[in-house]
C-alpha cells in the first residue's frame, strides 16, 4: 500500500468514510472475491494506488496458433549429384483483447465507464531452396566437390485494431462480459480503427568447391550473394557478396609422423578467412527522407495558415549490407 494507514480491503460495513463517499457519487470500487472492497489511501493521490486495484481493473485475453512443417525431395540422376528442393513455411496468429474497466484507485487515478479494444494479426513465412552437390573421387586420391543453390525467402504480415473509447458513457451497450465485443458499441463510443500489411523478402545464390588429395591436404572456396528487398536498402546496394576460403593439412597422415601415431593418433592444421553480411540493424526503409506534417503557419500578413511539411527522417542513401570478416587457424589433435 501507498501509506501505512490504509488497509489492504475492507468489509462492506467497516469502509472508510472517504470510500463511503466514493460510493455514495457513483464511483466504482473494485471488490475481492469475499466481496471486501480493496482499499484507497485517503492521503495520497499518485500516480501508484492499490495493487489489486491495479491488477483487475482489466480483463485481457490472449490467444494464437503456430503451424510450422517443411518437405524436400532429392533427386540423384547420377552418380555422385544430388539435387535437393526444400520448402519450408510457418503460419502463425495472434489475437489479443483487453476491456478497460471503473475502478477507484484515488482521486487522480480512477475511471467511470468501459473502454474495448481488439487486435488480430497474421504471420506468414516460407522459404524454398534449391540446390546441387557433385562429389567424384579421381584414382583413389583426388576428390573434388562442388555444390551450386539458391534460396529465396518472403515473410507478410498484416494486422487490424479496433477500438472502443468511452465518451461520457460505457463505450459497450452493458458493463457486461458478454458485451465485451466492439459489435456491441453504444451511440457515444469514439470508435477506432486501423490496420495495414507488410512484406519483407530475400534472395540467395551460394556457391562452394573443394578438393582432397587423401585425405591429407584440404581445400576450399565459397561464394555467396543476397539481395535485400526495398524495404531495408536501396536498388544500388541491395546485393551483398561474401566470399571465404578455408586449407587443411592433416599431418598425421604424413609418412614421417608414423612414429609419433602411437602418441597422437591424429593431428590437423586448419586455417580460414571469411565474410558473413547482417541487416540485423536496417528496417523501415531507412535509407529515405521521410516528410510529415510539421504545423501550420501564417503567410505575411495575412489571417490564413497555411500548412507545411518537413522532413521527419533523414535518410542515407549510402547504407549496404554490414560485413562480419572472421579468420581461424588451429591446430586440432586427436586421441
Known sequence: MMDPLTAVSYSPDNLPTHMQNALNQGKTLLQDENGNYYGVSNWYAGENYNPFIMRDNNNT?????NVTGSIYADLKPFDGFTFTSRFG??????????TTLPYYGNGSQNRDYVGQSNTSSTTIYYQWENFANYTKTFNDA?????????SFQEQSYDYVYGSLTANGDHAVLQNDPG?????YASSSAVKGVEGEKTRSAKMSYF??????YKGRYMVQASLRADAADLSILPVSNRWGYFPAVSAGWTISEENFFEPLKRYVPSLKLRGGWGQNGSLAALSGYPYSTDMSS?????????SSYTSAVGPSSL???GL????????IRCITPGV
Not at 583426388?142 to 539458391?150: E, K, R
Open 61 to 65: 485475453s490472449y490467444s494464437g496458433f
Open 315 to 317: 535518410g542515407n542513401d
Open 294 to 302: 510539421i504545423g501550420i503557419y501564417p503567410l505575411a500578413n495575412s
Open 207 to 212: 556457391g562452394r568447391v573443394g578438393y582432397d
Open 320 to 327: 549496404k549490407w554490414v560485413t562480419l570478416k572472421k579468420a
Open 89 to 98: 513455411y510457418r503460419l502463425s496468429g495472434y489475437r489479443y483483447a483487453a
Open 179 to 183: 458485451f465485451y465485443y466492439l459489435n
Open 142 to 150: 583426388h576428390t573434388l566437390t562442388a555444390m551450386l543453390g539458391m
